[in-house]
Each structure stands twice: as C-alpha cells, then as structure tokens.
C-alpha cells in the first residue's frame, strides 16, 4: 500500500529524472497543501519525456539542453495540447526548430507582482510559528533545516531577472510575530529593491511594506517608518493571521482595527493595498479569507486600490473531484466567483483589482478548461484593466514557463458560447501581463521595453545567454509524491 510524503520539487526531479520546461504538478510554498499529481500530469509528463528523448537526439544535443531551450517549452504545451485539448497557440514544428522564439514579443513589458526570496540564513517555516507551536501540516519541516540556498536573493536575481522575460517586479513578503521570526522583513525587501536598481541603473524592482492592523496602534507606527524610511510603494497584508494580544484575524472593513491603518495609507500617500485573500493559510481562520471585507473597504475608501492576491481562490482539490467526470462551468468556482459577484453587484465599484499570482500557475497545469472559466469569468466582471499579473515566484522557479503559458492561452470556444467570454487577444493578454499593474504602480513602461546600455541586468542577461547557460527546469516548493 503507497502512502505519500512531502518533498521539495527539485529533489524529487533529482530523485526522478523529473526536470520537464514546466512543471507536471502543482507545488506549493506551504501556504496551500498542494495537489497530488493528477492521472492527466502524469501522462503529460510521460510525453514530454518522449518528445524529449526523440527530439534531443535528432538535434544531437543533450536532454537538458532540449528541455530549456524554446523547442523543449514547445513540446511542454504540445503535451499539454495533446492530454486536455488545444488550448495553447503551438505548433509541432516548434518542437524541433527556433520558431518558438518568434512568438516572444520582443518589447513586451511584463510586470510580476508577486515574487518572494528568503534572507539568508532564515527559513520558510517560521513564517506561521509553526516551529515554535509544534504544530506541523507539512511533516517534512521538521527534518528541514533551512538550507534553502536556492531562495536567496542571489538565485532569485537569476530565476526573475536572467531566465525570464520579467521586465519589472514585485518583492512581497509575509507578516511575522517580529522581524526576527521573518522571512524577508520590509528592511530587507527594501535593500533588494535597491541592490537591483543599482545594479540595473534602471528600476526593475518595487519593493511591498507590511501591515498587521490587528498588532495595534504600534503598528501604524511602524507604517509611517516603512513609508519614510524604505520608502515602499504598496502595502502587503493577511487578514487571517492572528497577531495581537490576544492573537486574532482581523476584516478589511474593520471600522476600528483595519481603517485606522487605511487612514494612515491615504495620509502617507500609498494607494495600493495588497491583500491575501483565498489560499488559506494553515494556522488563521478561514472565513477571514474570504474576500467579503472587501466590498465595503473598497466603498468606504473609493481613493485606494484594494488589490486581491490569488484572486480569491481557495483551493483546486474539490473543484477537480466535482469535475472529475464531467467539468461543470456552472459551478461555483469558490471564492473567485465571490469575489466577481462584489463588482456585479457594484459596477462602479473600480477600486478592486484580481492578481494571478499561484493562482494562474495551478490551474492552467492541471485544468485548462477551469483557467479558462476563472480568467473569464474575472475579465468578464472586472474588465480586463483589472486583472494583474503575479507568479508567486521563486517558489513555482522561474517565471518563464508562466509567461509563455499565458502569451499561448486560447479562451476555449466552449466558454465564448456558454459564458459569452471575451477571446484573449494579445492587447488583453499585454494589459494583464504588465500594463495594468504599470499603471497603478506608477511606472511608465516604455522606459524598460529597450533598456538603455547602463542597465546591467540587461547586459548581464545577454552575456549568461551568450555564454550557453541554460535556465534550471527548477521549482523550489513543495510537492506531494507516493513512496
């Protein structure tokens, strides 16, 4: 009888000869429980294996070498054609010639609002205090130690800003109990952000502040430091972690805990807050996930933009077993479909903004079809002017394979009959890859479409290229695997 563990993603490619383009499973960075690979995953993985095997051959090149260059991604979405239906833009003589570079807009402006690294040496799990309570949901932190080299900054530097197409870039971060017990503490996301601009001679990185409303006044305290002093663009908060005393969750509409602080934001001119909605994180309280705070925040503060990380979305596990022998659209898909109901129900309501980031990378490896319902349906509700891109990377690898994934995603025609979904055309596909969030950013995207010679990050992509380096196949998060 098998059972399952916990591994990280990138031992268990050691372990299986399992490195592929994109990944054929979901992996989480232990805020979900991730996804057991799916009976469709695997027979992705075995034709990717194959295509790779055959193709690299007759190239006379190795299998590495096959799996990361533009003909090994377009054998990865040629599988996943094969296995789910044709909705991704590929054809099988990508597989075996340069045309998938073609398809790479050469001046496109992506704008990634969700990436992470950890500051060495902390670790991951300290993030819930789940050390310090003992209470593990992933049994293999108690044997990890922490040595997590591949999500610091200088990995991150290379995954984000050398093996994808990534132009500029969020760094987020988590709450903690203390910056001690922090993965990344605003400080420090803000000595990043600058490292990076110096390096670049150009803005490629904005750095998020971190609100914990329910630790109370001390914390609009810290607000005005962060403001003055790392000086972030955006405010990144978790309304189902307990901090305080005693500890609680806290609501977006919280007339005495969360308006003060959004009082604050408005004095302190930062217009933009992130919020975790969706996801839930073991340790909080689910129902202080759910988007409904948002609504009358929103309301009541018509000049911030509340911008809702994951989209809302809960989970993937009881969408796909209420699919599992036919996928019923007209299901209710979670929270997503809550969070749409908000702007149906206000249209004018224009201050509430969707972000992709695990979110898109879940679905659009294990479901096609659903991806296509919740970008639809979250285009449909909020237009596509508010829909942003996000990857939650380092944790998923680099974010290349997310991007080309959504350059060659095709709203199934299913979908435009049923729901009267818009197609994804490349203007839509740009708004929500960049220019939205440029837009509420502040960030004028043509100064980065041709980076000017100064911007090291640039040359430094060039020469890594020139030099025959070839990007990992590597994600960093957890994955679930039968022994």
Known sequence: MSSRRWTRKWAHDVETDGFSPLPTQVVSNE?????????????????????????????????????????????????????FGRFFEVEPV??????????????QFVFDIQTHHVAAPRQFPQILGMRRTGRFWNPALERDRGTMEDVYLENYIKEIFLDSDTTVAVLSGIPSATDASNILPPDMMAQT???????????????????????????????????????????????????????????????????????????????????HKGLPLQGGVEEFWHPRDIERAASDFPDLNFIVYHAAFHSLRPLLEAARDEFRTTAHVNWVTDLCEIRRRKPGLTNIYAELGSTFGQMVITSPMLCGHVLGMLIQSFGADHVLWGTDSIWWGSPQWQIEALRRFTMPESLIKRFGYQPLTSPVKAQILGLNAARLYGIDPALHRNPVPSDYVSKLKAAYRDEGARPSLTQYGWVLEEV
């Open 193 to 275: 952000r600058d490292l990076v601009n110096r390096l670049a001679a150009s803005q490629r990185l904005v750095a998020h502040g971190l609100v914990t409303p329910n630790k109370g006044p001390q914390d609009l305290d810290e607000m005005r430091r962060q403001a003055a002093d790392p000086q972030i663009s955006a405010w990144k908060g978790y309304t189902g972690l307990p901090f305080g005393s005693p500890p609680k969750p806290w609501r977006i509409d919280d007339e005495k805990v969360a308006y003060p602080m959004l009082e604050a934001s408005r004095r302190l001119g930062i217009k933009n807050i992130c919020l």
């Open 94 to 107: 990508e597989a075996l010639e340069s045309a998938a570079d073609e398809r790479r807009p050469s001046d």
């Open 31 to 83: 805020e979900y429980v991730p996804l057991d690979q799916t009976l469709e995953q695997r027979r992705v993985a075995a034709l990717v294996a194959e295509t790779v095997w055959r193709n690299s051959r007759h190239l006379g090149i190795s299998r590495r070498q096959f799996m990361s260059s533009s003909a090994g991604m377009a054998s990865a979405f040629l599988a996943l054609n094969t296995v």
